[in-house]
């Protein structure tokens, strides 16, 4: 009998999945159904998207796991409905997606590109931009997605540091934790890059104290998540120059409403969540795997911490 998989997401990208999906399992002489509406008793797996209609887990009593294909889970951790093991989505073709936005948009601030391609006075300035060697970085958020834009930023020669909720070693990283280390890893960035999860003990985590505690006339990227930066704080650093630019991919409110503030910036990039989107193709094959170790006694990879929150 063939495994039953719900998949509740966008339903535009329903085919493709079910495609994919079907063909990994074949090569493992696995069989499913992978359907959007399918009895709750007879469900195996759940493909999910938070955005969904499906808000209560209750009925799905035979559900071995709920995967979800977004790598934020911050809007399904706390449904107490949802009992069932849940994973999220780590998902090589989102790493690189991630690592390549923020990699270009270091770049772009370090060479100074904006002033270059919008010059409408024709001002030669011959000047040479700070090479990477001499420009410190740090990258706030230590996991999969931290850690390969870390590595990478590294890479092309910036001084890196990083800072996470749990100690890590990070081969050319400086790495730090806590209050203190915090505090150290902010007092020399250049850039902060911010790709923390979206807890309770991280919400706000740029702010007036925070955002103080940088050198004069930093940037900062943020491809994690929206409620990192308190806006208000980081308009005033804006305005006061504490802070030189910012590049920001996620918000509060998504789409980012026309009447926001940051659009009015000059020196404020807005790009519309696009640093690390779910590509099917890729992401398909981590379903695949771990339904495959599911059916096989294996561990699930990528098991949400329900404490943590991530």
């Keep these: 009998m063939p495994l039953k998989v719900l998949y509740s997401a966008n339903p535009d990208q329903f085919t493709e999945y079910r495609m994919a999906v079907n063909s990994g399992l074949n090569a493992h002489n696995i069989k499913a159904d992978i359907s959007q509406n399918i009895p709750p008793h007879e469900v195996d797996y759940i493909f999910y998207a938070p955005s969904s209609a499906l808000q209560d887990f209750g009925p799905y009593k035979n559900c071995k796991a709920v995967m979800s294909l977004w790598a934020g889970v911050e809007r399904v951790v706390s449904n107490k409905t949802l009992t069932q093991p849940l994973t999220r989505m780590v998902d090589p073709g989102m790493t690189l997606g991630m690592v390549n936005w923020v990699t270009g948009h270091c770049l772009r ?3 100074g590109m904006d002033k270059m391609i919008h010059n409408p006075t024709r001002e030669w300035d011959d000047r040479a931009p700070p090479l990477s060697s001499d420009t410190r970085v740090t990258v706030l958020g230590l996991g999969a997605l931290g850690s390969a834009c870390a590595t990478a930023l590294a890479d092309l020669g910036f001084i890196v540091s990083g800072w996470s909720r749990s100690p890590k070693s990070i081969e050319n990283v400086t790495c730090h934790t806590g209050a203190d280390g915090l505090r150290q890893s902010l007092q020399t960035a250049n850039m902060v890059v911010l790709l923390l999860p979206d807890t309770p003990s ?13 050198p004069k006339g930093a940037i900062i990227l943020n491809p994690g998540r929206g409620p990192l930066i308190n806006d208000d704080d980081l308009l ?3 305005q006061t120059g504490q802070i030189s630019a910012a590049t920001l991919d996620v918000f509060r409110t998504e789409p980012l409403p026309d009447n926001h503030p940051f659009w009015k910036f000059p020196n404020v990039t807005v790009t519309p969540h696009v640093a690390s989107a779910t590509r099917i193709s890729t992401a398909s094959q981590i379903l695949i795997e771990n339904i495959v170790r599911s ?8 098991m949400v911490d329900r404490k943590r929150g991530y």
Excluded: D, K, R
């Design 236 to 238: 005033s650093a804006l």
């Design 202 to 214: 991280t919400h706000n985590i740029l702010n007036n104290e925070t955002i103080s505690q940088l």
């Design 295 to 302: 059916e096989t006694g294996l561990p699930l990879l990528h």
């Design 109 to 111: 601030h370090l060479l």
